[in-house]
């Protein structure tokens, strides 16, 4: 026959079995735990890649979008230079045309003729007279100068010298000249006379 069981052993057994049995219970728990927590994890996981995929997304969709204005102002640049160009080329012809217009606005010197010098110094004789001037001298350059400064019409100044003596009249310097054109003929002209009746110079000799 087994010996009977004290009251102290029977406690210690069931105490034993009661932490076996709590023990057992605790790694069930944890085992169902495990399982749980591994799911929450990939859940976690999960969500965390949509995140990043999303945000890959914005991002690729910002970076064609700021390509999109990149293009498109070069594309706006590209269409201003052109337009500087049109602007430079109607500055050009707007210059061009601003010369043309003034060489054609330009005026052609009109040289005077015999005739206006003529009367230029028969009025220069007239004016002697009336002062009781005895004679006046005059120098072709001298005229010229006068009646039309810088402009090329000797010859005609000396025509007109010429043309204007009298009978009486003289050289005070008579170029060699056959035809004496000459800036440095000068002529003295009487002016207590100035009659109609006096003969040309020339019909004289």
């Known amino acids: 026959m087994p010996a009977k069981k004290t009251v102290k052993a029977a406690e210690k057994e069931t105490e034993v079995k009661a932490e076996k049995k709590t023990a057992a219970k605790k790694t069930t728990t944890a085992k169902k735990a495990a399982p749980a927590k591994k799911a929450a994890t990939t859940k976690t996981t999960a969500k965390k890649a949509v995140k990043v995929e999303a945000e890959k997304t914005v991002e690729a969709k910002e970076t064609k979008t700021t390509a999109k204005k990149t293009t498109a102002a070069k594309k706006t640049t590209a269409a ?53 001037w005895l004679y006046i001298e005059i120098n072709a350059n001298d005229l010229l100068t006068e009646v039309e400064a810088g402009v090329d019409n000797l010859e005609t100044t000396c025509q007109a010298i010429l043309n204007c003596m009298l009978e009486g009249d003289g050289f005070i310097v008579e170029p060699a000249e056959e035809n004496k054109v000459s800036d440095k003929l000068t002529v003295r002209y009487y002016c207590d006379n100035l009659s109609e009746d006096r003969r040309k110079y020339f019909d004289v000799l």
């Open 80 to 132: 201003k230079k052109p337009a500087a160009k049109k602007t430079t080329a109607a500055k050009k012809t707007t210059a061009a045309k601003k010369t043309t217009v003034k060489k054609v606005a330009k005026p052609e010197v009109v040289k005077k003729t015999v005739k206006d010098y003529e009367d230029v110094i028969n009025w220069k004789k007239g004016e002697a007279h009336a002062m009781d």
